[in-house]
């Protein structure tokens, strides 16, 4: 079974559309991450949810709307895309405290999304 | 806030030879954890190590090792005897007190192994 898994693998569309990604984990963990991978492959966090609550949004353009409708579940909406918005969006859960012993970051296959 | 350096942009070895790819962490908490990660061409990040700051013990797990200073606020990735298939772009990173934290990453190291 896939501990982090996100679709689409891949997402192309144009300026100006509205497009979702979405993910899903099955290890228990409370916390959800967002990263941003851009061409250059420098990985920088976006968001992150614990427990369907948002704790860390990074200076992130409102057209980014992350929604976490459980804690298994942290989709991420994007409106009006741009085509700086081409990148790969990799997802990520984590153990809400370092106490428990499974304690790390389990990352999603990536989306690649192209905007043209 | 918390950094992670990795001056390497590329490596290239042939074959058989030993790299070692480095990494500096700048952070102000005294608990904190390092990671390291492979991303393969195939593009997903495969996690490799976890450690915390209170285990300054180097760690060995075939032919990967890690070297942790906290002295030179270094953690430095060595592969032995490298193989084709150790190709790929490795991140080293952080995460401030753990838990929820959000995890900082360098910039990676593109390591190319050619036959």
């Known amino acids: 079974d896939t501990a982090v898994s996100q679709t689409p693998k891949y997402l192309v569309t144009q300026m100006g559309n509205d497009k979702s990604i979405k993910c899903e984990q099955n290890?228990?963990?409370?916390?959800m991450y967002w990263y941003k991978q851009d061409s250059k492959k420098f990985l920088k966090i976006m968001f992150s949810?614990?427990?369907?609550?948002?704790?860390i949004n990074e200076t992130v353009p409102n057209r980014f709307s992350p929604k976490s409708p459980d804690k298994a579940h942290l989709n991420l909406h994007i409106n009006s895309l741009e085509l700086g918005d081409s990148a790969v969006y990799f997802c990520?859960?984590?153990?809400?405290?370092?106490?428990?012993?499974?304690?790390?970051?389990?990352f999603g296959s990536g989306t690649r999304l192209t905007v043209v | 806030a918390q950094k992670v350096t990795q001056a390497q942009t590329e490596i290239s070895v042939v074959e058989k030879e030993d790299v070692t790819l480095d990494c500096v962490y700048e952070?102000?908490?005294?608990?904190?954890?390092l990671f390291w990660y492979k991303q393969p061409p195939s593009g997903e990040l495969v996690f490799l190590i976890r450690?915390?700051?209170?285990?300054?013990q180097n760690e060995i797990s075939g032919r990967y090792s890690w070297n942790f200073q906290k002295s030179t606020s270094s953690f430095n990735f060595t592969i032995t005897a490298s193989q084709v298939v150790d190709s790929a772009v490795y991140f080293c990173?952080?995460?401030?007190?753990?838990?929820?934290?959000?995890?900082?990453f360098g910039k990676g190291t593109k390591l190319t192994v050619n036959p």
């Open positions: 949810y614990n427990n369907k609550e948002l704790i």
């Open positions: 952070t102000r908490d005294t608990t904190y954890y």
């Open positions: 290890l228990g963990h409370d916390t």
């Open positions: 990173a952080l995460s401030e007190k753990g838990g929820s934290e959000k995890l900082v």
């Open positions: 450690r915390n700051s209170f285990d300054e």
């Open positions: 990520a859960s984590s153990p809400w405290t370092e106490a428990q012993t499974n304690y790390g970051y389990t």
